[in-house]
């Protein structure tokens, strides 16, 4: 290991939540809001569950949302908002269509209203979505030229086979064919109240905002048509996969292995186990194929969760020559963290950082108020946080074994490559079976 230490981040008291208050409106909506006065500012994050929409339709929906209502254009709602010092913006993930943003504290019951219409009058002027179209399909074909996308489009499919999280991103064509009308119709069925979580951080009195939050929302209204996604399916090793990338100079590594969610008994064990293994800059893999064989930038290691499922991501990219060492070494260090206990100043140095970026995390009013969000999108209040926070300071060497050998042994891994498949073949199947993907 290195002999880089960090400084020890851990206050050593436990950790303080801020006052916070919850209410379920009438329509269904739940409000959430936090009190943490560092600055005059509110964040806002408001969370629709969008579970099986259509995806062109819905990732359009989300670049369209604030072009225009029945009362504003596009440029008064940009105006109004920023009349109030805030801003708004949409996203969209598997589960869930996400706005988020900020304001001035005094702006804040200004934003709600603004927000409120679009909610409820979006009208999808036909000039401005063609405008928001061929941007979200410029976008996509821009992504396309990259391998990081490329590679994660492949480690998906591979992963969740024909689950609904196998494609997170439409085709081109796809998003062409999605007229006003659809975004229209699709914002009428699921853009809707009744399951969505408000979500309001700041310089504020939460009795008092979630008042402002009804005042403003109360007459936001209707129930959205059942998206629940089944559980994902189990991991089943196989082959890698190796994707075609003629002429590159570099090799895209992904893989996926088999995690916990974020309630499950053992999941501060296995945040653990993957800080050793490469979940931050000191780990063992970084330690590795970085700094000691250069053989990439870097590599990083994180669980990713979704509301059906959760999977823990290993990424990097390595130069061409060094595509089958590196895999060697990455399977080297799976092997290691899934058969041996870490060593005690190892595992407390993991410890340190995933407490210190845990607190750290929330230190401030945007990160607080997307943790916040995260949780409450998993049924989770910020409480889970002292009890995460109590799990990983607890967590044995012979608990983080025990948890690495269940998910982080190399033989269950599902692993993807994107290179020039002429160099990268035979370095490959010397290590492993080897299937090439099939455009």
């Known amino acids: 290991m290195s002999s880089r230490t960090l400084p020890d981040l851990i206050p050593n008291a436990e950790l303080t939540l801020p006052p916070q208050a919850e209410r379920t409106l009438p329509n269904g909506l739940t409000v959430i809001a936090i009190r943490r006065a560092a600055v005059p500012l509110a964040e806002v994050r408001l969370r629709i569950p969008f579970g099986r929409a259509p995806l062109a339709a819905a990732t359009l929906l989300s670049q369209a949302l604030f072009t225009g209502t029945g009362t504003m254009s596009m440029l008064d709602i940009a105006a109004e908002l920023q009349a109030v010092g805030g801003g708004l913006a949409a996203g969209l993930d598997p589960d869930r269509l996400q706005i988020s943003g900020n304001t001035l504290a005094g702006g804040l019951g200004r934003l709600l209203e603004i927000l409120a219409g679009v ?8 000039e401005e979505v063609v405008t928001e179209r061929e941007r979200l399909v410029d976008h996509i074909q821009v992504a396309l030229s990259q391998p990081s996308h490329l590679a994660r489009v492949a480690l998906l499919k591979r992963m969740f086979l024909t ?20 975004l229209r119709e699709l914002h009428a069925a699921r853009v809707r109240p009744d399951g969505a979580i408000l979500v309001l951080v700041g310089d504020i009195d939460p009795d008092q905002v979630i ?10 209204t209707g ?18 996969l190796l994707v075609d990338r003629p002429g590159s100079v570099q090799s895209s590594l992904r893989i996926a292995l088999p995690a916990l969610t974020r309630t499950d008994p053992d999941y501060a064990a296995l945040s653990l186990a993957n800080m050793v293994f490469g979940g931050y800059f000191s780990s063992r893999w970084v330690e590795n194929i970085r700094e000691d064989k250069g053989y990439t930038y870097g590599s990083h ?3 990713e969760h979704f509301a059906s499922g959760s999977a823990l991501i290993a990424a990097a990219d390595v130069a061409t020559e060094v595509t089958g060492p590196s895999l060697l070494e990455t399977t080297y260090e799976l092997g290691r963290i899934a058969s041996l206990p870490p060593g005690e100043e ?13 607190r750290l995390g929330m230190s401030t009013q945007s990160g607080l108020a997307a943790l916040a969000s995260v949780y409450a999108g998993f049924g989770l209040r910020l409480d889970h946080l002292r009890d995460h926070s109590a ?42 079976a080897v299937e090439r993907d099939v455009p």
């Open 119 to 126: 909610l409820t009058d979006a009208t999808y002027p036909g």
């Open 391 to 432: 799990a990983l300071a607890a967590a044995t060497r012979e608990q983080v074994a025990a948890v690495a050998a269940r998910h982080l042994a190399p033989a269950l891994a599902v692993t993807v490559v994107l290179g020039d498949a002429e160099k990268i073949e035979p370095q490959l199947a010397a290590l492993t």
């Open 163 to 182: 689950h609904p999280y196998a494609v997170q991103t439409p085709e081109a064509d796809e998003v062409r064919a999605v007229e006003p009308e659809a």
């Open 301 to 303: 290691s994180v669980v």
């Open 223 to 240: 129930t959205a048509p059942e998206g629940e996604i089944p559980p994902t399916p189990a991991l089943r090793p196989g082959p890698l």
């Open 211 to 220: 008042d402002l939050a009804e005042k403003a929302l109360g007459g936001w």
């Open 346 to 358: 190892e595992l407390e140095q993991a410890r340190r950082y995933a407490l210190g970026t845990l």
